[in-house]
């Protein structure tokens, strides 16, 4: 197991201090938990002191103790325990985590780590000269079946060829990380099978073989001779090249529908009775309530200032169309929605619950009110 320890006294800030912003965050996140519990909240908090400055300080851990009400140790176990806390300055633009378990080890991790010390630093976790990149190698980073992989901040990025990290790692030092695809670099859909699905698909077509089932071998059965086993059964019946049935089949329908004729009529109830049985269900079909429907929630206008609905969760460009059409624009008029208009809403875009359940109402409440601020306030984090 590696050691970690805090960078030099050189390094250390001489205090600390969450910005504006992220302090509500920081209230808001610790009122999550249950009166006595909220010590829980001291990994998020590291987290977002390490996004806002760029790796944990012990300035950073004094502060969180004391917002937490530990012991400063009991702070130091937690960031020195988890590699995901920075405790040296890393690049600014780019810290790269490459994955070093067997899975991509196996798939070229070691081309990747040399990489790695040929264009950043020979040395983990040393900064280049210009401060913006550095990298380390580390533990399993679940993406095993993408192997081998990095992980730079927050984004996983697979299938790797150490020319492809090359050229992610030229895109960052430019300051376009953004543009860089997340994910496999490969023609793969997240972890799916390279090429795509190769089940549940009419393009697959069987493989035909030329080998002819064989009959199960028997230890006590009696060899036969070879020109035996090539004469033709008498017991095998004559077979309809078209239809791959016995030709005899024809015949015994015919009998069959014959039988069913000369059958006394004592029996048809019950043939009837049969029928019915088997009949389909007619299909229950789900219509969406009409919009003359007095619960119809009331629409305006649009006006000059649209707000973007697509801030609450559960709203995507497709459904804020939709919210367009029926006239609603803004948070306001969302917040201002009663159960039964609600309930006309749910129905009319199939979300069988799905409004009451991810709280549209609280939601718009809180960004008519005072926008993301108020969001972060209400519910410890931005919206979307």
Not at 353 to 368: H, N, T, Y
């Amino acid at each position: 197991m590696s050691v970690r320890r805090l960078a030099e006294e050189q390094f250390q800030p001489a205090s600390f201090a969450f910005s504006e912003e992220n302090a509500a965050w920081a209230e808001a996140t610790i009122r999550k938990y249950p009166e006595g519990r909220q010590q829980s909240a001291v990994i998020p908090l590291l987290m977002r002191a390490q996004e806002q400055d760029g790796w944990v300080t012990r300035a950073t851990i004094e502060h969180v103790a004391a917002k937490l009400d530990m012991p400063y140790i009991r702070v130091m176990e937690v960031a020195t325990f988890y590699t995901q806390f920075q405790l040296k300055p890393v690049g600014t633009r780019a810290h790269i985590q490459v994955c070093g378990t067997t899975p991509c080890m196996l798939r070229g991790a070691e081309e990747l780590i040399k990489v790695c010390q040929r264009k950043i630093h020979h040395d983990p976790l040393h900064p280049n000269a210009e401060g913006t990149l550095s990298w380390e190698e580390v533990e399993c980073q679940g993406a095993c079946v993408n192997a081998p992989m990095v992980i730079i901040f927050k984004d996983a990025y697979e299938d790797l060829t150490p020319e492809r990290l090359e050229e992610i790692i030229d895109t960052f030092e430019a300051g376009k990380g953004a543009e860089v695809k997340v994910g496999p670099q490969i023609d793969r859909h997240l972890s799916a099978p390279i090429g795509g699905a190769v089940t549940l698909n009419d393009d697959i077509k069987p493989v035909r073989t030329n080998l002819e089932p064989q009959p199960e071998a028997h230890a006590d059965a009696a060899p036969v001779p070879p020109a035996e086993a090539a004469k033709p059964k008498d017991t095998a019946p004559e077979t309809d090249p078209k239809l791959k049935t016995p030709v005899t089949a024809p015949k015994a329908a015919e009998a069959n529908a014959k039988a069913t004729e000369d059958k006394p009529a004592a029996d048809a109830p019950k043939t009837e009775a049969k029928a019915e049985t088997v009949k389909a269900a007619p299909a229950v079909k789900s219509e969406k309530p009409s919009l003359e429907d007095k619960n119809r929630p009331k629409g305006i206008d649009k006006p000059d200032a649209v707000d973007d609905l697509k801030l609450i969760s559960g709203v995507g460009p497709k459904i804020e169309g939709t919210l367009h059409e029926l006239g609603i624009y803004t948070f306001a008029q969302v917040a201002s929605w009663k159960k039964a208009e609600r309930e006309w809403v749910d129905g009319y875009l199939n979300f069988k619950g799905r409004i009451e359940r991810d709280d549209w109402i609280k939601q718009a409440k809180a960004l008519a009110k005072g926008g993301e601020a108020e969001y972060i306030k209400v519910f410890g984090k931005k919206p979307r």
